[in-house]
């Protein structure tokens, strides 16, 4: 069975308590627990833990999002332009435009200077391939506030 691509713990928490105080205004008390355990019913899973789980582990961006991160070997911050899922779900293919433009090359002798690109992401944020000494070459992640 495929997994449903969820949203992130903390919207999943909010629809709990719009939930509570949607049955609370109809006359219905019930506690947070019970209705973080409802909206996982909801979603056709055991339970909130199991719900929680499923969404928890998967970074959830945005187009205009700010992001920062690694590609080939290169620290940056970023807006995003661009995100399609592919295929099933799994993968993400996401464009870039770095904020000041990245050398890419490691030489000396010339330079390679990049300001948009565009890499294929898991939801864990990093790229399937990988730079020959095994690190993703694109790894991508939101910027704290």
Partial sequence: MKTPILAPVSELKAQAKRLRDRLRFSGHEISHSKSLELLAQQ???RDWNTLSAQAGN???LRIGERVQGCYLGQRFAATI????????GEQRRITLHFDVPVDVVKFDSFSNFRQRVSGT?????CSVSKTSDGVPQLSVELISV
């Fill in 58 to 60: 998967k970074l959830h």
């Fill in 121 to 125: 992401i898991g939801w864990d944020g």
């Fill in 81 to 88: 332009r661009s995100l399609t899922v592919l295929g099933d």
């Fill in 43 to 45: 979603h056709g899973l």
